[in-house]
């Protein structure tokens, strides 16, 4: 299975270039900073339930639409990581 993309690229690719947006402006209108917006947009910074809410409430998608897209990535990044060491619940003696 291909590792999915990190939301951030998604927003900056496909929704503020189809709409024209830059980052300031974006930003504005979300009321957030430049900055955060920033840091997310490059996958420096992960999708927020806060930030989730402000781009449903923009009309970009749902909430819980971009919280999936984070949670995907975030469990394709962690099991590229490598297993950890775990023993079973059920193992216990």
Do not use: C, F
Not at 7 to 23: K, M, Q, S, W
Not at 24 to 34: D, F, H, K
């Amino acid at each position: 299975m291909k590792n999915p993309v990190h939301p951030g690229e998604i927003l900056r690719e496909d929704v503020l270039a189809d709409l024209g947006l830059g980052v300031g402006e974006t930003a504005s209108r979300l009321g957030i900073s430049r900055v955060a917006l920033s840091r997310v947009l490059h996958g420096h910074a992960r999708i927020s339930p806060n930030l989730a809410v402000r781009l449903e409430a923009a009309g970009v998608g749902t909430a819980r639409a971009w919280l999936a897209m984070q949670a995907a990535y975030d469990l394709a990044t962690e099991r590229a990581s490598g297993a950890p060491t775990v023993r079973r619940l059920s193992d216990v003696a």
